[in-house]
């Protein structure tokens, strides 16, 4: 599976391309960690979401601490299985009337964070209300968009055939498309592409970036060219996005002159403002292709495009001066990033720790995620894992175990990912009855997500029950494969192969 994001600045994120030569030169800045004039911030995702309006205006009065008790009531619900309907439902019976903006907006903080089981059930309560609250288009794109997630491109496909097509406009379209990006189904975006273009729904920047990044995440380079010269063609014009994708498709083909003819393009583009990403993204680039110096220059462009309260621009910073080996920029911008801000997120302690475990600075790493212990900011088991996965890698189970000890001390929950880790330590050591242990505990985590252990793992272990004759793990193993819907599923039967044909394995 791929990922739709259009672009990532952290050399960590964003997919790999092999180049040879890359020169654009950036004039290095004096200065550093100014605020000039704010700049409108830019999503960094092609979502539906941009196009939703929640139906309301301006205007009017919007409560301010309604719909956050109400989405904590939905996302910390006991019971997942029942769904979010009983718990709305309930809340009108203790005489709170709900609005369209409050649950939209729930909608919106439960998509955030991924969750989108719930933020569809709100969606279908809110259908089986009738007219009252008036759903539009922007909803019904939102829904199809959730319907995808959920339960799979099908059954988008199958709530866009019912759709009105009165109602099938840009924006339900787009979200379709969308769909078929994200699960890189080229054929059918391409012909919903071809079709938006005919209908009159693609006069907009949005869906052409949705292709062109599907384009990329296949490695069809010429095809993000192709759509770049269509969209001038029919004179849509390009944003920040599609430069940025380009820049990176330049970068990706080796063509060094075009990638500095395109910076230059979009310095003149009086429509498009280059922001701290854009900047990030070449930095990005320059690393990749170890121009360190150039990169240096970028990320000091970064700095001096730091505005308001954005917090984003330093996790980035901290990430990519670590891959240039920067450890006293890492330092610098860390303390500025404290400095500014009266706390710091979970996501800035991940971007220091693992930024500090890249330069091999375990000992700094480990002090600032005592000090991150003792904040109490909100528990965040990717933040843990980062010392986790050093430990692991560095072979020191003994200590990986003695850290989810006082993980557990602390009060402290491990998430799936924490027992695979820790798996992955005692498969190394061949130890299978342990690492099967640590795999049934992963599978017991969060039982409302879907969980499925990576197909590495469940590889290795197959192959150390066979090695061992272990066929008490082998079934406790097949087990957890059983719960999780594993044996269904091609890629895990694969695997499974010859190593477990019949008997007392599968059939526990």
Known sequence: MYS??????????????????????FRPQSHILRCPQRNPRIPISCSISQVHSY???????????????????????ENPSLGSAPILEQWEEEGRKLTKWDLCRVVKELRKYRRFKPALEIYEWMSSQGERFRLNTSDTAIQLDLISKVHGVSS??????MIPDASKDKRTHG????????????????????????????????????MMTLYMNLSEYERVILMINAMRESNVPLDIYSYNIWITTCAAMEDPEEMEHVVDEMRRDSGVNANWTTYSTLASMYIKLGHFEKAENCLKDVELRITGRDREPFNYLISLYSSIGKKEDVFRIWN????????????????????????????RAEEIYSEWMSCKSGWDPRVSNILMGWYI???????????????????????????????????????????????????LVERELIWRPKPTIV??????????????????????LRRAGC??????????????????????
């Open 4 to 25: 739709l994001t259009i672009f990532s600045p952290s050399p960590l994120l964003n997919p790999s391309f092999s180049s040879k030569t890359l020169t654009l030169g």
């Open 55 to 77: 139906g309301t205006v301006d205007y009017e009065k919007r409560p301010t601490l309604k719909w956050s008790h109400l989405y904590r009531r939905i996302s910390m619900m």
């Open 156 to 161: 988008a496909e199958e709530y866009f055939s």
């Open 175 to 210: 979200a379709l498309l969308n769909a078929y990006a994200k699960a890189t189904m080229k054929e059918k975006a391409e012909d919903l592409m071809d079709r938006m273009i005919k209908g009159g729904f693609a006069k907009e920047t949005l869906p052409y970036n949705v």
């Open 336 to 363: 500025y990033y404290k400095s500014s801000f009266p706390s710091i997120q979970n996501i800035g302690y991940k971007s220091i720790l693992s930024s500090l475990v890249r330069l091999g600075d375990i000992m």
């Open 393 to 443: 890698n560095e072979g020191l189970i003994t200590k990986a175990e003695n850290f989810l000890d006082q993980m557990h001390e602390a009060g402290l929950k491990p998430n799936s990912n924490t027992w695979e880790l820790l798996a992955e330590g005692h498969i190394k050591e061949k130890q299978v009855s342990k690492a099967v242990s640590c795999i049934k505990e992963a599978s």
């Open 459 to 480: 590889a290795a272990l197959l192959s150390l029950c066979k090695e061992q004759a272990d066929t008490a793990s082998l079934e406790v193993l097949m087990k957890v």
């Open 487 to 508: 044996l269904e599923m091609e890629e895990y039967k694969t695997l499974i192969g010859t190593n477990v044909k019949t008997g007392r394995a599968v059939d526990a």
